[in-house]
T-cell receptor, first 111, second 116 residues
């Protein structure tokens, strides 16, 4: 399987704390994206980072990408109860139009 | 409103009874895709389509068929469903991934299939 992996599988933090989740993948990529999923609903796109970028910010989100290690991290700062969801990374491998998703991190933010 | 619509949302059926899950998007997107989501495995891509009459296999295509006769529709067909196809299915669409200004996928709300 080419499936990516994420860790931790689950994360529980207090409101106001930062949450960091990591993603590893196996092939050369064009882009890496992070998505959020609320309780079995459809995924919502959060942020994209291209293979030639190392860091990107969007509001309370910070994404890093290390192509030499084939890994990425998503940092959510000053978390809120509403951030409770599952988070997935997704890559599109170079030369293909296939998407590979990670196994996801379940984040629970306690009020 | 821009959306990806899947039907049905829920279906319980029996082994061997052919079924079709429909997917329609109103954003004129070229790229459409089907995924299944299983606990602990995340999303796995079943099939994708770059445009009308162009389809290709994802990571887990066995037991599924698709067609892309119109740009807006991308049905998923299970000719002879089996219990191991019990899963949560998502359809997604996006503009041509090759176009400048990459845009992400839009997902439907999912179809929960139970095959007994």
């Amino acid at each position: 399987s080419q499936q990516g992996e994420e860790d931790p599988q689950a994360l529980s933090i207090q409101e106001g704390e930062n949450a960091t989740m990591n993603c590893s993948y196996k092939t050369s990529i064009n882009n890496l994206q992070w998505y959020r999923q609320n309780s079995g609903r459809g995924l919502v796109h959060l942020i994209l980072i291209r293979s030639n970028e190392r860091e990107k910010h969007s509001g309370r989100l910070r994404v890093t990408l290390d192509t030499s290690k084939k890994s990425s991290s998503l940092l959510i700062t000053a978390s809120r109860a509403a951030d409770t969801a599952s988070y997935f990374c997704a890559t599109d491998a170079t030369g293909t139009y296939k998407y590979i998703f990670g196994t996801g991190t379940r984040l629970k933010v306690l009020a | 409103e821009a959306q990806v619509t899947q039907n049905p949302r829920y279906l319980i059926t029996v082994t061997g009874k052919k079924l079709t899950v429909t997917c329609s998007q109103n954003m004129n997107h070229e790229y459409m895709s089907w995924y299944r989501q299983d606990p602990g495995l995340g999303l796995r891509q079943i099939y994708y389509s770059m445009n009308v009459e162009v389809t290709d296999k994802g990571d887990v295509p066995e037991g599924y068929k698709v067609s892309r006769k119109e740009k807006r529709n991308f049905p998923l067909i299970l000719e002879s469903p089996s219990p191991n196809q019990t899963s949560l299915y998502f359809c997604a669409s996006q503009p041509n991934p090759d176009s400048s200004g990459f845009q992400p996928q839009h997902f439907g709300d999912g179809t929960r299939l139970s095959i007994l």
